[in-house]
C-alpha cells in the first residue's frame, strides 16, 4: 500500500477518482473485465506510470466504503472524499490536500482501463517541461475509428469526447459531439487520418491551476456538455494537448453497459493489456 511518511511525499500524485454511484452503470469500479476490476485495471497503470516517472505516487479517491476496501486488498491507499464532490477534479484536489499538497496532481479516472501507463507518464513529463498548468492527452482518428465513433454515439451519445486544438496544440474546445463538422468529407478521405482528435479521459493539473478549479462555479458550457475541462477554457486557461497514439482496446472510458461489452470483445480480439 501506498502511504510514504509525510518527509519522503512524492512532488507528483497520480489521484484515481471512484464513484460507486454512476447513474448508468452503478458500482462500476467494481465491475470485472475479463476477471479483473475495472480499478484494478487503473490502478496497475498508474503504479507502472509512477514507477515511470520517479518521484511519483499513486492513490484512489473515493466516497465509498466498497471501493475503499477493494483498494486496500489491492495494495493502494483510499482516501476517503466528501459524497457530495460533484467532479473528478473536486476529488483528486480534496485526495491531494489529504495527501499533503504535490506540486503536480494528475487526476486519472477509475473508469478508464485501457489508458496505458506510458500515456500517463508522458503527462507527467508534459507537465515538469513546459511549466503547463493543465495538460491532457488527445489523439487522432483515421476513419475507421471516426466510423466506429460515430457508430457508438448513436447507442451511447454522451460516451466519447472529441477535441478541437489551435497550431501550437493547445485546446480551443472540447465536445460530446463529434468536432469539427466537415464539409466535402470525401475529398477529406483520400488522407489517411481525419480532422477529428478523440480527448483521452485524463489531466495533469498545477497545484495552483487545481486549487483554482475548485473554487470556481461550474460554467455554462461545463453544465451542458458535462465537461468538466470546459471551466478552464470558459475562463481563459489554457489546455495544453499532449498527442499519444490511440488506444487499441477500447473507448477510453467505460460509461455504459454497452462499453463494458466491448472492452471485453475487444481484449478477447487484441489480448489482454492489463501490466504483469
Known amino acids: 500500500m501506498t502511504s510514504p511518511a509525510d518527509d519522503t511525499r512524492s512532488s507528483d500524485l497520480i489521484v484515481i477518482p471512484a464513484r460507486y454511484g454512476s447513474t448508468r452503470l452503478p458500482g462500476k469500479p467494481l465491475l470485472k473485465i475479463a476477471g479483473r476490476t475495472m480499478l484494478e485495471r487503473v490502478v496497475a497503470n498508474a503504479r507502472k506510470a509512477a514507477q515511470a516517472a520517479g518521484n511519483c505516487d499513486f492513490v484512489v479517491a473515493t466516497d465509498d466504503q466498497r471501493i475503499a476496501d477493494h483498494a486496500m486488498q489491492i495494495g493502494v491507499q483510499a482516501i476517503m472524499t466528501d459524497s457530495t464532490l460533484t467532479s473528478g477534479s473536486a476529488r483528486a484536489h480534496a485526495a491531494a490536500r489529504e495527501y499533503g499538497t504535490p506540486e503536480r496532481i494528475i487526476s486519472l479516472q477509475g473508469d478508464a482501463p485501457f489508458i496505458p501507463a506510458e500515456t500517463i507518464a508522458a503527462l507527467i513529463d508534459r507537465l515538469r517541461e513546459s511549466g503547463a498548468h493543465v495538460a491532457t492527452p488527445v489523439y487522432q482518428l483515421d476513419w475507421e475509428r471516426l466510423d466506429r465513433l460515430r457508430a457508438h454515439k448513436k447507442v451511447a451519445p454522451f460516451s466519447g469526447t472529441t477535441c478541437l486544438r489551435d497550431k501550437e496544440g493547445k485546446a ?57 475541462q470546459l471551466r478552464f477554457l470558459e475562463n481563459g486557461w489554457a489546455i495544453a494537448t499532449v498527442p499519444v497514439s490511440p488506444p487499441e482496446h477500447a473507448l477510453s472510458g467505460i460509461d455504459t453497459a454497452e462499453d463494458l461489452a466491448i472492452a471485453e470483445e475487444a481484449i478477447g480480439r487484441l489480448g489482454d493489456p492489463f501490466p504483469i
Open 172 to 228: 480551443l474546445w472540447f465536445s460530446k459531439n463529434i468536432l469539427p463538422a466537415m464539409r466535402g468529407e470525401e475529398k477529406l478521405r483520400t488522407e489517411a487520418l481525419s480532422p477529428v482528435w478523440q480527448h483521452l479521459g485524463l489531466y495533469a493539473y498545477s497545484n495552483e491551476a487545481l486549487d483554482w478549479f475548485v473554487d470556481q462555479e461550474e460554467g455554462k458550457y461545463e453544465q451542458l456538455e458535462g465537461l468538466e
